[in-house]
Nanobody, 123 residues
Framework: QVQLVESGGGLVQAGGSLRLSCTTS????????MGWFRQAPGKEREFVAA????????DYVDSVKGRFTISRGNAKNTVNLEMNSLKPEDTAVYYC????????????????WGQGTQVTVSS
């Protein structure tokens, strides 16, 4: 059974920090690209950050560059999202996602998804 389970969400004041984690099981996620997406109320889900299976390539949406850092855990089947200098506009449900490596990098084609974790940033 394929599972992606997010943790670490919560309520934080603007300027604060949170660390999201995603633990995977059921497949060889150590060789999968991993990503984080988010969906705010009334908005479409958007790409936030991703890391290649090797950890060599990372990618961020412009709005989080310099504030968020994606990394893989030592066991490679976990992925973390360190979020600093949080803003109210970062409020959303954050989803972890995974996909087999693709030829050519893209922000799409993720096949496996977690249930999401709520992040709320108060002003």
């Amino acid at each position: 059974q394929v599972q992606l389970v997010e943790s670490g969400g919560g309520l934080v004041q603007a300027g604060g920090s949170l660390r999201l984690s995603c633990t995977t099981s059921g497949r060889a996620f150590s060789v999968y690209d991993m990503g984080w997406f988010r969906q705010a109320p009334g908005k479409e889900r958007e790409f936030v950050a991703a890391i290649s299976w090797s950890g060599v390539t990372t990618d961020y949406v412009d709005s989080v560059k310099g504030r968020f850092t994606i990394s893989r855990g030592n066991a490679k089947n976990t992925v973390n999202l360190e979020m600093n200098s949080l803003k109210p506009e970062d409020t959303a449900v954050y989803y972890c996602a995974a996909r087999p490596p693709k030829v050519g990098w893209s922000r799409e084609e993720y096949e496996y998804w977690g249930q999401g974790t709520q992040v709320t940033v108060s002003s």
